[in-house]
Each structure stands twice: as structure tokens, then as C-alpha cells.
């Protein structure tokens, strides 16, 4: 049987692995080396690879963000690390305007290999300046890839595959997935970027979900089995570029779909994916209206109750998943 | 303004309440009260009271994400301040800011911020508002030595010098950003030198020594209310704890901490004011009985005050509601 | 009959008459004083108000959007001008994690009225970093609003009631729209934020578009006619809060909707407005696919033919209209 | 390196070929054959190629938004970047990037850039991987005074001295950010103390005058080469076009653009070479003429170049295509 780790050794797996394989690979960001990364992803690395490849910087997110950026212009490949995504704000300019663009504004003749890697979300009462998920900001940039995994096997496979990429990779992890456990090969592996994944088969109702919302979304599938509701869950795993086929024939399949994401609905990513859907050949076979559940319109607050309540939780989601299934809308 | 036995003892408590608070609020976190993060700021606090002595009630502070310390100095209602820390419906932030964000914009404290350097632009601003405004009133702008490194930190200085606002911007360098060593880029007399090159002028004092915080602090604070602008100040200081819960101490030796520990702020100023004979050892010593008497207090109101009502969750997001 | 003035005058003069009436108003960026600004929009205030009151900025977009910030904090008004949309970028942080959030994070207990202005879109040759759309990224935030006008009399009175909002305002400006004319009272008066206005009465088919692309929507519309198709154009005005009512409405009344804007489509406004009708009670009415004709996947290239092939044009928006009208998809 | 009559007649070459490309891309917009907006660096041309005349061929630039002759003086073929001036599907970037954002990678110029102090952190970037590289090259870093207000600088300047890159941060103070005076907020002479603050050198030159430009820029770039660490530098000039078309010049009087005209960096460099018989007049006068045929021929090139196919909007945006 394969072995077991967790999403957060497997981030750390794909990081050594990649780094051993090719010495253009390295890692910056903050407190990255000794400390091992705010939540100890990078933890160990520093020991193995040294200072001139684990390199710790000062708070200076537009200032590393570009370092990866100007260090992949000239033929390194950078993995930048943003401790929370909320600061995500402060390398956006960088990110946006000069990875993204660059390739594009120089006739083709750049290439900007570099991953982006940041853990977003909330439920851990860190308030709202360390809870945020606005993973749509950069699915809305042409020039960036957006990767947003769910278990320890896609985390691995497909940061190898972003590490390997020519372009600019935006790598958005998710805090409360860190220590989930799941298994995966020891070995190096890839997962294109691209293909989504179907987490779980069904045929009354297709859910498409993102990051920890997958694992919400299969924890009400299986309540909702037992009610004799057979959900199908998708995970698109990547953002930009989206893999619309898999979707769009889910959806051609169950009639129904729901789309479920932690980021805030109005503006969020959960819109593009009914866009997708609605002007697709699916638009035909729906039984119902394309409904979202996602978090709610405020910022993620402190206290632990509120916190809990500003995002869908399963509860949510069962009971949104039964109520467009027997068309009690 | 001259050290009388009042201001002593008055000093003294806010010290021992700081410090108080802290040990508190560790320990409601490992009792697993509180979810979520925190930062202890025992070690500085003769950093928060030395320089919000030096201010008026009706003027302001802006804090940082290790702020417990300033909004005591400030005046918080200790209760209120807890229940925030607690989560707590009745709360200065009715629960939704936490050990992170607890403000009081009505008494002057205009918030801490969980974006390292995110309070220096706003300083700038309120700056440029209280000029406006002209009622001789001055902000305190804290920051940490982490927060010197960021773009905020550079545009605010620039145009803080520029509308030479009546702020006055006090680094509370305590040596390390999360595990980051300040040393590495600078100390915090290369960051008061930069003081000149934005226009104020720029110094760094003893953190740990109360008395002469507030004695440079004083000087910055009449300059700005008298309209002569801004300044930069540089309390070198030290936290005894890890950055946060996370923190495992890896990147410090205990040596070092030992002897930070060993120029306690709040030892120093208890000798100090006994030598002067502005108080008496009995004294000091009831005056740290009450303000643990008093941090405990808070802790029972914080436990037996009600959560937030789920209903409420969108309120306060828009104005009006 | 009224006086005729262009957008760029109607943007002045909502500021003038604001300043002139409350003196906690003011106005701060870079060049905006004796330069007039960038597209002259605040040219001649710096004579009438003084450099109190007209802040010329050096290049510090992430200050003086905090700075903006920090005195709404305490009681002023201010209104900060960001040179180029593309730079709002350096900006998000002060206005995403600050701006937007403060009033919730302090429960309530504080007020940020302000209003950030700034230019979008492409049209001018100016390229990758001078002609990008965004929107979404702010509609995407809870304690923002964003508003996106069209016409003259729309920026009068959005922008007077954004300046007298009690909250954060993201007020986005079009260049190729500061010189069109048309008519605008000279006294003040206010439009409501969150209200939109059907800028063309139609009954086969609703075009929901935005800025620019209203215009564009209402030549196309003229064109259409003659071939006897009868457009309606919602002009949503304000993108956050959303007047959910009117676009659904008029969906209802069509049974097909085109909806329209210069930024990307993928991850853009376009995504949000999809899925709000989708989820409506509009879609038991619709005779079919809710379609996006949006900006290319593309950042905007220098060379003028390639601009104006990157976002859409009055000839695209006929052909597809067309299409949709006569179900030929 | 020793003046001798070959690089004499080169730089100067290369100087006049700056001022005709500018003064042919505005003859270009003036009659409507571009579109868009320009930055002239006319004024500007001694820090260009004084700065530049110090790298081997394999060494790196970074431009900024008024980079013309900082192309030019890397080496550009002026066909081209004319070409690409005029948005021509055979310019250096297809037609895509236009007069901001001529770049040749292959050939050292890592670009112009649209946003003010963007280039700097990629700066930091390019000098960690020459260091990983081992390969003894440098970049050269331009901005503007602007620039250095921006966050990035800050922050660039803090990593870049962190890390002791390979980097000759190079700014182009030419008095004013558009309509901003850079006195306001500093001079040259202040921008360059922050050198030392930030753990490199700094020094500020006479941008107008090529040697002294050539002399200090070399020193730094031989210590970088060396693996000594960036430094920073100031060239002090003026541009004496408006900012960009849509500037009135409103700012500035004419004494002072006079003031400057009569500093023309070209008739320095022509008058101290023909002292120091390194060139006669004739010869000069050649140069200057072969120069403006160059841009004539090179304008002639860029009419008759084919514009992109409409077809290949979508190339590039993504790697492989
Ligand atoms: C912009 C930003 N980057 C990173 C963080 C994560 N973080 C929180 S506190 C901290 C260290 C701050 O150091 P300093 O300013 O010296 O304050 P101290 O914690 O030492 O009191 C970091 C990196 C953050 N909150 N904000
Ligand atoms: C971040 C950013 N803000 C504003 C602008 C608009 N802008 C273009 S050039 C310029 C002035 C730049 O001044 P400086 O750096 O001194 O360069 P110079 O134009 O004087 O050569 C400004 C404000 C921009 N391009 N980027
Ligand atoms: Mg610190
Ligand atoms: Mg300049």
C-alpha cells in the first residue's frame, strides 16, 4: 500500500524533490529557512539545500515577488513563497503586471518559469487579515496559471508540474488542508494543469468545488448517499487553465449543478464557473438553475462562531445540494 | 513633565497591567479559550507606556499586530479590551477583530493591524486630517523593524515629510521580525539616520528605559503639536516570547534572551523610582497585586461576557446598518 | 435646453461643487495640482482650492491610498485619484485589507468615507501597463462599492453621491469616454448608488454592458435595428452594490441576454452577472445560453490593429447579438 | 579604460544616434504615424551611454519608460527598434510592447518597463541568478527619481543589499516625476547617502558629462563583477522635452529648460574630445550626419515593415506557443 503524508509534506516533497533534480530550482520568501515557513512547509529545507537556495527575505512581498520574477527572466526557476495570501495584494503589481505580461510584451521572446505558492483561507481564527481567498484576482489574468489542489496526492503532482512550467504559476494552498493525510507515491510524479478531477461519481446532482470546499462537498455527498442523493464532485484542481469539458459533461450528465467555493460569491470564481456552464452546450440539459454557495459578504471575522457561519460548512451544503435536487428552490 | 509619585505609580501599573495581560492572555490561549493567533509584547513595555505618557487624551495612536501593550498605555477599558481578546459580543470590536485588531476610534485608538507596515499609510493620513482639522492634536504611529522593510514604510515616510504632518512615527525595534534578524539590514541607529533623508529628524533611544523614551518621545510630540512636522524614533527593545504561538525559538540562542531578560523595563523603572523615593518597595509591590487583580477581573468579565449572535455576522460591513 | 459638457468636465465639476460645499473634502494624487492631472480631469482646481486641498503625491500609490484612508478614518472626506487602473495594483492592499475592512473589524465602530478614482481601459496605444480593466478584483470585496458610468449626467451624479457615501467607493473611469459630450445640469444632484438604468428600451434580446461598452452596445443596438431587431441596453452604473432587479427584469421580459465589457472574460464582471441571472428566477425564461463577449485572453499589445482586435467591438457586438437573436449559436 | 579616438568617436556616435531617434520619434507622432505616448530621454544621453560604455556584451540592462538611448547604447539594432516604435510585426517585440517596453533579452536588454519602479524588483531577481550562475556578469539597473519613491525601490534596495547582487542600481534624476519636483523630497546628493543606509555604496555624478558618469559606474561595476555587491547610483541631468505629449509644462519655467540646454551633454563630450585631439571637427560633423542617416534609414524600415497579422493577437501570452 502507498504511503501515507500529509498536504503539507507533500508541498514539502514536491519542493526537495524538484530542488535536488534541477539546481536552477529555489526557494524565497519569508522566514522560509529557519524558521521553516510560517506553518513549517519549507521546514528542514535550509538544512538541506543551504542559504544560496533557501533564501529568507525581510517583509518585501513586491520586493520577492519580483526578485522570482527578474531570477526567472534569465533562465532560474523560482518558487516564491507569500505567507498568507492576504499579502498577495502587496506582490499583485509584480505578479500582474511584470510576470504575467512580460512574455506577451516582449514578441514571445521571454519565458518567466516561476511558481507562486500561498496558503489561503480561514478557520483559524486569525481575523481578516489572514483569512482571505480571492483566488479569481489572478484566474482573471491572461499570462498566469492558477493551481488550487485539494488532497496531498494532487498537491504533489501538481507542484512538480508547476515547478516545470514555463510560466508564471500562482499555487494557492489551504491552511486547513495542511495537515490532512492522504496517500502518495514517493517518487516524482506530474499531473497536467489543466484536468480537472472527478473526486467522486454521480448522477442526481454535479457539484463543482474548490480547495478545502472539495472536502466539505464529498463529506455532504456521502450524507446525501445515504439519503439516496448520488452526488458527483468535481474539482476543477486547476483554475486558469480550465478544464470546461469535464464540467460541461458532469453537468450534460446530472441536469443540476451547484458550485461551492470559500471566497466571497459576488465576484468570486463560482461566477465564472456558471458563465461556463451557461453558455455551454450543458445550458440544454439543465433541470435547474446553476446556484452557487459560497462565503458570505463580509470579511472573515474573529470570533470562532461568526468565522464558522462566514463560509459554507457541510451542513450548507447538504442542505443547498437536497434543495436543487428535488426542485424545492 | 516632571516625574511626581502620582505619574511614578501611575507608570508603574500600566507596566505591570501590560505585562499582565499578557501572561493572561498566554494562558487563556493554552487553555485553549482562544483559537486563532496572538502577540505578546512582555519585554516592551516601557516602549507603549513611555511614549502614549507623553500624550492628550483626545490625541491618537495607531498600533501594530503586537499592540496589546499600546491600547493599555492608551487607556483601554481593560474588561472591554479582554472581551475583544476573548471574541466577545461586548467587546471593542464586538468580537470581529481580535488580539489583532483591537481599536477604540473614539478614544484615540485607532487601531492595531495585521498587515505588517499597513498602519503607516493610514498614519500619513490621519495625518494630513489632523492638519486639516487644526486642533493641535498628534498621532503615535508604532511599527516594528519588520515593518521598516516595506514599500509602506518608505512612501509614508516620504510623504509624511513632505505635508509634514504631526505624526510621529516610533519604531519599536525588538530585534527580530518573526525570525528575521533586524541586524541583517540594519540597526536602529542606520534607521533613525534615515530620519534626515525624509525631512524629520530621526533618533533611537533605549526601549527598555521608560524615562528616556518619553523623554525623546516628548521632545517629537511638542514639535508636531506645535506644527513643526513629523519624526522618526527608534525604541530598541526585545520580546521575551516567541513571534507568536508558531514560534519555536530556533533562530535566537537562550543566552541572548537571558540577557535581554536580565534589563527587565519594569525592574529598571521600580529602581529607579525607589531610588528617587517617588514610591516604596510596599507600594510597588501592591501596585503589581492590583493590576494582576485587575487583568484578572477582565479575564472573568471576558469569560461570562455573551458571544456575537450568528444574525449579526453582516453587520457593521457597510455604513449605515 | 441643458448644457452639453464631456465626462472629463462632468468628474471636475462633481468635485468642485463638492469641495466648495464641504470643506472636509479634498483631493489627493500625483498630478494632480498644477499638471491638472495626468488627463487634466482636476486641471484649474489647484488655482481655486489651494495645495491644502489639491495634494500632489509623489509616485506612491500604496500612500496615498492609505493616506486617503487614514484621514476618511478621522473624519474627512477624500477623494484619491490612481493615475492608471494599472496601478491600482500597488494600491490593493490599503484599499482591500484597510479601506474595505476597518468600519467591519472594529465592529462597526469607524467610518471610511472616500473615494478612489482612476481610469481604465485601452484604445490609447499606451499598452500592456497603461490599459488594463479589472473591476471584478473590487467587486470581489466586501465594504467596497464600484462604480463604472458611462455618460456625462452619470458621472455628476454617481460621483457626488460616491463623495457623500459613508463608505469606500472605487469610482472607475473610461479613457476614451473623458471627451464624449452630453447633457449635465450645472447644479449638483445625486444618483443613487446600486440603481441601474436601461439606457435603450428593446424586447428580442438584453445587452448588459459596462463603461465603454454601453456605448458601443447602444451604436450596435441603432445597426440592429434597421434589421428589425429591437435591443435593450442595462447600463448597470454601479457593479457593487448590483441592481439585480432591473437586469432580471429585463432578461425576463427578452428571454436572451449578451453581456458585455473590455475586461478579460475569463474571471471578469461578466462571470458575476451570468451567474446572478442564471440563479434567478430569469431562468426559467430563457430561450437561451447567456453569453459573454468580453476582452481577449490577452494583455493589451502596443500595435493598434492588435488593440483594437483585443476587446470588443461595435461590429462584434452586432454579429453576436445577431446570433443570439436568431438562436444561430 | 584609457579615451581613446575609436571609443571617443563611438560614444559619440551613439550619443547622436540617441538624440536623432528621439527627435525622430517625435517628427513620427507629430504626424500621426504612431499612436500612443512617447518618453524623449533628449538631455539624457551622456548617463545613457557613459553608464552602459562600462559592460562586455554579455552583461544586462534594465531599462525604464524613457528608455530609447538606454537600447540604443546597449546595442539595439536601430532597425529594429524603430521598427517596434512603430508597433511593426518584425520589432523587437512583434509590435507588442511599443516605445515602453522595447526590450532584446537575448541580447542583454531585459526591457523597458511601464510602471514606475518596476524594474527594480526585477532587478534583485536577475542578480540573485547571476550570482547562482557564476557566470561574472552584472546588470545595470536605470529608474528615475520618481522611482525611487516607490515602495519598490525600498524594498528592492533592502534585498538587493541583503544579498550583495551583482547590481548597479543607476538612477536618471532628471529633476522631475511629470510635474514633480524631486527637490521636494531630496536631491542627488541625498538619494545617494541612502546607498550606505541600504549596505552598498553610493555616489551621485554630473549625468550631463560622460566621463564622470563612465568613471564612477565603472568602479561599481568592476566591484560587482567581483563579487563585492551592488551599488548605487545618481547621475544628475535633465530631459528637455515635456514628460510625455500630454505635458503643458506648466511646472517649470523656460530659464530653467535654457539652463539646461546650455549643459547639452553631446557638446560636452564633442568639446572635450576635440581638446584632447581625439576627434576634429569634421570628423565630428560626420558622426553627426552618419548618425541622423542611421535613424533615416532606420525609419525608412520600420514605414516599410509589414504590421502584425491580426491572426497572431493571441501568440505568446503563454509558453510554448
Ligand atoms: C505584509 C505582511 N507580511 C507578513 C506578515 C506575517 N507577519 C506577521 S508579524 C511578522 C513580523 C513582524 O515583525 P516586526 O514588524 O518587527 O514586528 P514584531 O513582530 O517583531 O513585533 C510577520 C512577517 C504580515 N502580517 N504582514
Ligand atoms: C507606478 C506608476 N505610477 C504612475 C505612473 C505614471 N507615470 C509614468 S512616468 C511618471 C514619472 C516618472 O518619473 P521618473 O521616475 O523620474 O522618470 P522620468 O519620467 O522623469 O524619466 C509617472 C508618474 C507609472 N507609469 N507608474
Ligand atoms: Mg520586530
Ligand atoms: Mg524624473
Given at each position: 500500500?502507498?504511503?501515507?503524508?500529509?498536504?503539507?509534506?507533500?508541498?514539502?516533497?514536491?519542493?526537495?524533490?524538484?530542488?535536488e533534480?534541477?539546481?536552477?530550482?529555489?526557494?524565497?520568501?519569508e522566514?522560509?529557512?529557519?524558521?521553516?515557513?510560517?506553518?513549517?512547509?519549507?521546514?528542514?529545507?535550509?538544512?538541506?539545500?543551504?542559504?544560496?537556495?533557501?533564501?529568507d527575505?525581510?517583509?518585501?512581498?513586491?520586493?520577492?515577488?519580483?526578485?522570482?520574477?527578474?531570477?526567472?527572466?534569465?533562465?532560474?526557476r523560482?518558487?516564491?513563497?507569500?505567507m498568507f495570501?492576504?499579502?498577495?495584494?502587496l506582490?499583485?503589481e509584480?505578479?500582474?503586471?511584470?510576470?504575467?505580461?512580460?512574455?506577451?510584451m516582449?514578441?514571445?521572446?521571454?519565458?518567466?518559469?516561476?511558481?507562486?505558492?500561498?496558503?489561503?483561507?480561514?478557520?483559524?481564527?486569525?481575523?481578516?487579515h489572514?483569512?482571505?481567498?480571492?483566488?479569481?484576482?489572478?484566474?482573471?489574468?491572461?499570462?498566469?496559471?492558477?493551481?488550487?489542489?485539494?488532497?496531498?496526492y494532487?498537491?504533489?503532482g501538481?507542484?512538480?508540474?508547476?515547478?516545470r512550467?514555463?510560466?508564471?504559476?500562482?499555487?494557492?494552498?489551504?491552511k486547513?488542508?495542511?495537515?490532512?493525510?492522504?496517500?502518495?507515491?514517493?517518487?516524482?510524479?506530474?499531473?497536467?494543469?489543466?484536468?480537472?478531477d472527478?473526486?467522486?461519481?454521480?448522477?442526481?446532482?454535479?457539484i463543482?468545488?474548490?480547495s478545502?470546499?472539495?472536502k466539505k462537498s464529498?463529506?455532504a455527498?456521502?450524507?446525501?448517499?445515504?439519503?439516496?442523493?448520488?452526488?458527483?464532485?468535481?474539482?476543477?484542481r486547476t483554475?486558469?487553465?480550465?478544464?470546461?469539458?469535464?464540467?460541461?459533461?458532469?453537468?450534460?450528465?446530472?441536469?443540476?449543478?451547484l458550485?461551492?467555493?470559500?471566497?466571497?460569491?459576488?465576484?468570486?470564481?463560482?461566477?465564472?464557473?456558471?458563465?461556463?456552464?451557461?453558455?455551454?452546450?450543458?445550458?440544454?440539459?439543465l433541470?435547474?438553475?446553476?446556484?452557487?454557495?459560497?462565503?458570505?459578504?463580509?470579511?472573515?471575522?474573529?470570533?470562532?462562531?461568526?468565522?464558522?457561519?462566514?463560509?459554507?460548512?457541510?451542513e450548507?451544503?447538504?442542505?443547498?445540494?437536497?434543495a436543487?435536487v428535488?426542485?424545492?428552490? | 513633565?516632571?516625574?511626581t509619585?502620582?505619574?511614578?505609580?501611575?507608570y508603574?501599573?500600566?507596566?505591570?497591567?501590560?505585562?499582565?495581560?499578557?501572561?493572561?492572555?498566554?494562558?487563556?490561549?493554552?487553555?485553549?479559550?482562544?483559537?486563532?493567533?496572538?502577540?505578546?509584547?512582555?519585554?516592551?513595555?516601557?516602549?507603549?507606556?513611555?511614549?502614549?505618557?507623553?500624550?492628550?487624551?483626545?490625541?491618537?495612536?495607531?498600533?501594530h499586530h503586537?499592540g496589546?501593550?499600546?491600547?493599555?498605555?492608551?487607556?483601554?477599558?481593560?474588561?472591554?479590551?479582554?472581551?475583544e481578546?476573548y471574541?466577545?459580543?461586548?467587546?471593542?470590536?464586538?468580537?470581529?477583530g481580535?488580539?489583532m485588531?483591537?481599536?477604540?476610534v473614539?478614544?484615540g485608538?485607532?487601531?492595531?493591524n495585521?498587515?505588517?507596515?499597513?498602519?503607516?499609510?493610514?498614519a500619513?493620513?490621519?495625518?494630513?486630517?489632523?492638519?486639516?482639522?487644526?486642533?493641535?492634536?498628534?498621532?503615535?504611529?508604532?511599527?516594528?523593524?519588520?515593518?521598516a522593510?516595506?514599500?509602506?514604510?518608505?512612501?509614508?515616510?516620504?510623504?509624511?515629510g513632505?505635508?509634514?504632518?504631526?505624526?510621529?512615527f516610533?519604531?519599536?525595534?525588538?530585534?527580530?521580525?518573526?525570525s528575521?534578524?533586524?541586524?541583517?539590514?540594519?540597526d536602529?541607529?542606520?534607521?533613525?539616520?534615515?530620519?534626515?533623508?525624509?525631512?524629520?529628524?530621526g533618533?533611537s533611544?533605549?526601549g527598555?528605559?521608560?524615562?528616556?523614551?518619553?523623554?525623546?518621545?516628548?521632545?517629537?510630540?511638542?514639535?508636531?503639536r506645535?506644527?513643526?512636522?513629523?519624526?522618526?524614533i527608534?525604541n530598541?527593545?526585545?520580546?521575551w516570547?516567541?513571534?507568536?504561538?508558531?514560534?519555536?525559538?530556533?533562530?535566537?540562542t537562550?543566552?541572548?534572551i537571558?540577557?535581554?531578560?536580565?534589563?527587565?523595563?519594569?525592574?529598571?523603572?521600580?529602581?529607579?523610582?525607589q531610588?528617587?523615593?517617588?514610591?516604596?518597595?510596599?507600594?510597588?509591590?501592591?501596585?503589581?497585586?492590583?493590576?494582576?487583580?485587575?487583568?484578572?477581573?477582565?479575564?472573568?468579565?471576558?469569560?461570562?461576557?455573551?458571544?456575537?449572535?450568528?444574525?449579526?455576522?453582516?453587520?457593521?460591513?457597510?455604513?449605515?446598518?
Amino acid at each position: 500500500m502507498v504511503r501515507e503524508i500529509t498536504y503539507l509534506e507533500a508541498v514539502r516533497e514536491a519542493m526537495t524533490q524538484e530542488m535536488e533534480r534541477d539546481e536552477r530550482v529555489f526557494l524565497i520568501g519569508e522566514d522560509v529557512g529557519e524558521y521553516g515557513g510560517a506553518f513549517q512547509v519549507s521546514y528542514g529545507m535550509l538544512e538541506q539545500f543551504g542559504p544560496d537556495r533557501i533564501l529568507d527575505t525581510p517583509i518585501t512581498e513586491l520586493g520577492l515577488t519580483g526578485a522570482a520574477t527578474g531570477a526567472a527572466l534569465i533562465g532560474m526557476r523560482p518558487i516564491a513563497e507569500i505567507m498568507f495570501m492576504d499579502f498577495m495584494t502587496l506582490a499583485s503589481e509584480q505578479l500582474v503586471n511584470q510576470a504575467a505580461k512580460l512574455r506577451f510584451m516582449f514578441g514571445g521572446n521571454a519565458t518567466v518559469p516561476m511558481v507562486l505558492r500561498t496558503p489561503a483561507g480561514s478557520g483559524t481564527g486569525a481575523a481578516e487579515h489572514h483569512s482571505q481567498s480571492f483566488e479569481n484576482w489572478f484566474v482573471h489574468v491572461p499570462g498566469l496559471k492558477v493551481v488550487m489542489p485539494t488532497t496531498p496526492y494532487d498537491v504533489k503532482g501538481l507542484l512538480i508540474e508547476s515547478i516545470r512550467d514555463d510560466n508564471p504559476v500562482v499555487f494557492i494552498e489551504h491552511k486547513l488542508l495542511y495537515k490532512t493525510k492522504g496517500e502518495v507515491p514517493e517518487e516524482p510524479y506530474t499531473i497536467p494543469l489543466g484536468k480537472a478531477d472527478i473526486k467522486r461519481e454521480g448522477s442526481d446532482l454535479t457539484i463543482v468545488a474548490t480547495s478545502v470546499m472539495v472536502k466539505k462537498s464529498l463529506e455532504a455527498a456521502d450524507q446525501l448517499a445515504q439519503e439516496g442523493i448520488e452526488v458527483e464532485v468535481v474539482d476543477p484542481r486547476t483554475l486558469r487553465p480550465l478544464d470546461t469539458e469535464t464540467i460541461v459533461q458532469s453537468v450534460k450528465k446530472t441536469g443540476k449543478v451547484l458550485i461551492v467555493h470559500e471566497a466571497v460569491k459576488t465576484g468570486g470564481f463560482g461566477g465564472e464557473l456558471a458563465a461556463v456552464i451557461a453558455e455551454s452546450e450543458a445550458f440544454g440539459y439543465l433541470e435547474a438553475p446553476i446556484l452557487r454557495l459560497a462565503g458570505c459578504e463580509v470579511p472573515i471575522p474573529y470570533n470562532r462562531e461568526l468565522e464558522y457561519h462566514s463560509v459554507p460548512q457541510v451542513e450548507n451544503i447538504i442542505e443547498k445540494a437536497r434543495a436543487i435536487v428535488q426542485l424545492k428552490l | 513633565m516632571p516625574l511626581t509619585k502620582e505619574l511614578a505609580a501611575e507608570y508603574l501599573l500600566q507596566m505591570y497591567q501590560i505585562r499582565a495581560f499578557e501572561e493572561q492572555a498566554e494562558k487563556s490561549y493554552m487553555t485553549g479559550k482562544i483559537h486563532g493567533t496572538m502577540h505578546l509584547s512582555i519585554g516592551q513595555e516601557a516602549s507603549a507606556v513611555g511614549s502614549i505618557s507623553t500624550l492628550e487624551p483626545t490625541d491618537y495612536i495607531i498600533g501594530h499586530h503586537r499592540g496589546h501593550g499600546l491600547c493599555i498605555s492608551k487607556g483601554a477599558d481593560l474588561n472591554l479590551m479582554m472581551a475583544e481578546f476573548y471574541g466577545k459580543a461586548n467587546g471593542y470590536c464586538r468580537g470581529r477583530g481580535g488580539s489583532m485588531h483591537i481599536a477604540d476610534v473614539s478614544g484615540g485608538n485607532l487601531g492595531a493591524n495585521g498587515v505588517v507596515g499597513g498602519g503607516l499609510p493610514l498614519a500619513v493620513g490621519v495625518g494630513i486630517g489632523l492638519k486639516a482639522q487644526k486642533e493641535n492634536r498628534v498621532l503615535l504611529a508604532f511599527f516594528g523593524d519588520g515593518a521598516a522593510s516595506t514599500g509602506a514604510f518608505h512612501e509614508s515616510m516620504i510623504l509624511a515629510g513632505l505635508f509634514q504632518v504631526p505624526v510621529v512615527f516610533i519604531c519599536e525595534n525588538n530585534q527580530y521580525a518573526m525570525s528575521f534578524p533586524a541586524h541583517k539590514w540594519m540597526d536602529s541607529e542606520n534607521l533613525a539616520a534615515r530620519g534626515e533623508l525624509y525631512g524629520m529628524p530621526g533618533v533611537s533611544t533605549d526601549g527598555n528605559d521608560l524615562l528616556s523614551v518619553q523623554k525623546v518621545v516628548q521632545q517629537a510630540v511638542d514639535r508636531a503639536r506645535a506644527g513643526k512636522g513629523p519624526a522618526l524614533i527608534v525604541n530598541d527593545t526585545y520580546r521575551w516570547r516567541g513571534h507568536s504561538k508558531s514560534d519555536r525559538n530556533r533562530y535566537r540562542t537562550q543566552e541572548e534572551i537571558d540577557a535581554w531578560k536580565a534589563r527587565d523595563p519594569i525592574l529598571k523603572f521600580r529602581e529607579v523610582i525607589q531610588q528617587k523615593k517617588l514610591i516604596t518597595e510596599e507600594e510597588a509591590d501592591q501596585i503589581k497585586e492590583q493590576s494582576y487583580a485587575d487583568i484578572e477581573a477582565a479575564r472573568q468579565f471576558a469569560e461570562a461576557s455573551p458571544e456575537p449572535a450568528v444574525e449579526t455576522l453582516e453587520e457593521g460591513v457597510y455604513a449605515p446598518w
